[in-house]
Protein backbone atom coordinates (compact mmCIF):
# COMPACT_ATOMS: atom_id res chain seq x y z
CA UNK A 1 0.00 0.00 0.00
CA UNK A 2 1.60 3.37 -1.22
CA UNK A 3 0.55 6.87 -0.34
CA UNK A 4 2.32 9.22 -3.20
CA UNK A 5 3.95 12.35 -1.87
CA UNK A 6 2.33 15.62 -3.48
CA UNK A 7 4.97 17.72 -5.25
CA UNK A 8 4.70 20.87 -7.60
CA UNK A 9 5.67 19.66 -11.17
CA UNK A 10 8.74 21.23 -11.98
CA UNK A 11 9.38 22.23 -15.85
CA UNK A 12 13.08 21.90 -17.03
CA UNK A 13 13.07 25.94 -16.67
CA UNK A 14 12.35 25.22 -12.78
CA UNK A 15 15.28 22.58 -12.72
CA UNK A 16 17.47 25.62 -14.04
CA UNK A 17 16.32 28.39 -11.86
CA UNK A 18 16.83 26.06 -8.72
CA UNK A 19 20.14 24.93 -9.84
CA UNK A 20 20.82 28.37 -10.23
CA UNK A 21 20.16 29.65 -7.06
CA UNK A 22 22.06 26.74 -5.45
CA UNK A 23 25.27 27.34 -7.54
CA UNK A 24 25.15 30.90 -5.96
CA UNK A 25 25.22 30.13 -2.57
CA UNK A 26 27.38 26.88 -3.35
CA UNK A 27 30.63 28.04 -1.63
CA UNK A 28 29.40 29.42 0.76
CA UNK A 29 31.39 29.12 4.31
CA UNK A 30 29.65 27.41 7.24
CA UNK A 31 30.07 30.63 8.74
CA UNK A 32 27.78 32.29 6.54
CA UNK A 33 25.07 29.55 6.24
CA UNK A 34 24.96 30.36 10.19
CA UNK A 35 23.39 33.35 9.52
CA UNK A 36 20.46 32.02 8.28
CA UNK A 37 17.04 31.88 10.48
CA UNK A 38 15.17 29.52 8.22
CA UNK A 39 11.38 30.19 8.01
CA UNK A 40 8.82 27.19 8.42
CA UNK A 41 5.24 26.66 8.98
CA UNK A 42 3.08 23.66 8.62
CA UNK A 43 -1.00 22.94 9.01
CA UNK A 44 -1.75 20.13 11.20
CA UNK A 45 -5.26 18.02 11.24
CA UNK A 46 -7.27 17.83 14.51
CA UNK A 47 -9.68 16.01 12.96
CA UNK A 48 -9.36 12.07 13.26
CA UNK A 49 -9.66 11.89 9.24
CA UNK A 50 -7.35 13.76 7.32
CA UNK A 51 -8.78 12.87 4.17
CA UNK A 52 -6.15 10.64 3.22
CA UNK A 53 -7.46 6.98 2.74
CA UNK A 54 -4.58 4.27 1.49
CA UNK A 55 -6.29 1.54 -0.90
CA UNK A 56 -4.79 -1.37 -3.25
CA UNK A 57 -5.90 -0.66 -6.53
CA UNK A 58 -4.56 -1.63 -10.06
CA UNK A 59 -2.55 0.87 -12.19
CA UNK A 60 -5.05 3.16 -14.38
CA UNK A 61 -7.69 2.33 -11.65
CA UNK A 62 -7.52 5.70 -9.44
CA UNK A 63 -11.09 7.54 -10.97
CA UNK A 64 -12.65 4.20 -10.87
CA UNK A 65 -16.14 4.29 -8.63
CA UNK A 66 -15.52 1.14 -6.84
CA UNK A 67 -11.80 2.78 -5.51
CA UNK A 68 -13.27 6.38 -4.60
CA UNK A 69 -14.17 7.43 -1.71
CA UNK A 70 -17.13 10.06 -2.15
CA UNK A 71 -17.00 12.70 0.93
CA UNK A 72 -17.77 16.30 1.05
CA UNK A 73 -14.91 18.45 0.91
CA UNK A 74 -15.41 20.49 4.09
CA UNK A 75 -12.96 22.75 5.77
CA UNK A 76 -11.42 20.01 8.64
CA UNK A 77 -10.08 21.34 12.08
CA UNK A 78 -6.52 22.17 12.01
CA UNK A 79 -3.98 24.19 13.71
CA UNK A 80 -0.63 25.91 11.68
CA UNK A 81 2.25 25.35 13.60
CA UNK A 82 5.18 28.13 12.66
CA UNK A 83 8.80 28.84 13.63
CA UNK A 84 12.37 29.89 12.98
CA UNK A 85 15.70 27.66 13.25
CA UNK A 86 18.62 29.24 13.29
CA UNK A 87 22.79 28.07 14.18
CA UNK A 88 22.50 28.93 17.32
CA UNK A 89 19.22 30.09 18.58
CA UNK A 90 14.94 29.36 17.59
CA UNK A 91 12.17 30.91 18.14
CA UNK A 92 9.27 30.28 20.03
CA UNK A 93 6.84 27.80 18.14
CA UNK A 94 3.79 29.17 17.47
CA UNK A 95 0.21 27.67 16.81
CA UNK A 96 -2.89 29.25 15.84
CA UNK A 97 -6.16 28.13 14.41
CA UNK A 98 -7.89 29.47 10.91
CA UNK A 99 -7.02 30.75 8.16
CA UNK A 100 -3.65 32.82 7.99
CA UNK A 101 -3.76 35.84 5.62
CA UNK A 102 -1.01 37.95 4.71
CA UNK A 103 -2.96 40.49 7.52
CA UNK A 104 -2.50 37.88 10.22
CA UNK A 105 0.66 36.78 8.69
CA UNK A 106 2.27 40.42 9.25
CA UNK A 107 0.77 41.10 12.97
CA UNK A 108 0.96 37.59 14.52
CA UNK A 109 4.27 36.48 13.19
CA UNK A 110 6.72 38.93 11.32
CA UNK A 111 6.08 41.91 13.82
CA UNK A 112 5.10 39.81 17.15
CA UNK A 113 8.56 37.54 16.69
CA UNK A 114 10.78 38.03 13.71
CA UNK A 115 11.18 41.38 13.46
CA UNK A 116 12.38 41.22 16.99
CA UNK A 117 14.24 37.56 16.74
CA UNK A 118 15.75 39.67 13.98
CA UNK A 119 17.40 42.45 15.82
CA UNK A 120 18.91 39.82 18.08
CA UNK A 121 20.67 38.55 15.59
CA UNK A 122 22.83 41.23 13.74
CA UNK A 123 23.79 40.32 10.28
CA UNK A 124 21.41 37.62 9.96
CA UNK A 125 19.75 36.55 7.13
CA UNK A 126 15.63 35.94 6.74
CA UNK A 127 14.83 33.06 4.63
CA UNK A 128 10.85 32.27 3.71
CA UNK A 129 9.63 30.06 1.02
CA UNK A 130 7.36 31.72 -1.84
CA UNK A 131 3.99 31.03 -0.02
CA UNK A 132 1.43 33.63 -1.03
CA UNK A 133 1.69 35.50 2.23
CA UNK A 134 5.26 35.99 2.24
CA UNK A 135 5.58 37.43 -0.89
CA UNK A 136 2.29 39.48 -0.38
CA UNK A 137 3.25 43.17 -0.44
CA UNK A 138 2.30 43.81 2.75
CA UNK A 139 5.07 40.92 3.57
CA UNK A 140 7.81 42.72 2.02
CA UNK A 141 7.08 45.96 3.46
CA UNK A 142 7.12 44.77 7.04
CA UNK A 143 10.73 42.94 6.30
CA UNK A 144 12.05 45.64 4.66
CA UNK A 145 14.49 46.88 7.17
CA UNK A 146 15.35 42.73 7.37
CA UNK A 147 18.15 41.20 5.20
CA UNK A 148 16.54 38.25 3.40
CA UNK A 149 17.56 35.54 1.54
CA UNK A 150 16.80 35.73 -2.00
CA UNK A 151 14.32 33.39 -3.17
CA UNK A 152 13.95 31.20 -5.98
CA UNK A 153 12.82 33.71 -8.74
CA UNK A 154 9.71 31.88 -9.41
CA UNK A 155 6.91 32.45 -7.41
CA UNK A 156 5.14 29.66 -8.07
CA UNK A 157 8.31 26.96 -7.23
CA UNK A 158 7.80 26.81 -3.55
CA UNK A 159 9.97 25.26 -0.53
CA UNK A 160 6.68 24.84 1.27
CA UNK A 161 5.90 21.41 1.13
CA UNK A 162 8.14 20.69 4.23
CA UNK A 163 11.18 20.85 5.81
CA UNK A 164 12.64 17.89 3.96
CA UNK A 165 12.85 20.76 1.21
CA UNK A 166 14.81 22.48 3.25
CA UNK A 167 17.39 19.93 3.75
CA UNK A 168 17.11 19.18 -0.14
CA UNK A 169 18.45 22.69 -1.01
CA UNK A 170 20.95 22.33 1.85
CA UNK A 171 22.37 18.72 0.31
CA UNK A 172 22.80 20.85 -2.54
CA UNK A 173 24.16 24.37 -1.53
CA UNK A 174 25.74 23.58 1.86
CA UNK A 175 29.21 22.10 2.00
CA UNK A 176 29.96 19.19 3.96
CA UNK A 177 32.04 19.86 6.99
CA UNK A 178 34.58 17.50 8.06
CA UNK A 179 34.38 15.38 4.26
CA UNK A 180 36.50 14.84 1.20
Do not use: K
Not at 90 to 95: G, I
Amino acid sequence: MVRLTSVLPLTPNHRRLCLEWCRARENWSAAEWNQVAFSYESRFSLSSDDNRVPVWRPCGERLNPAFALQRHTTPTAGVIVWGVIAYNTWSPLVSFRGTMTPQRYVHDILQTHVLSLMQRLPRAIFQQDNAPLHTARMSQNCLRTVTTLPRLPDPQICLQSSMSSIIWYAELCIPRVGTN
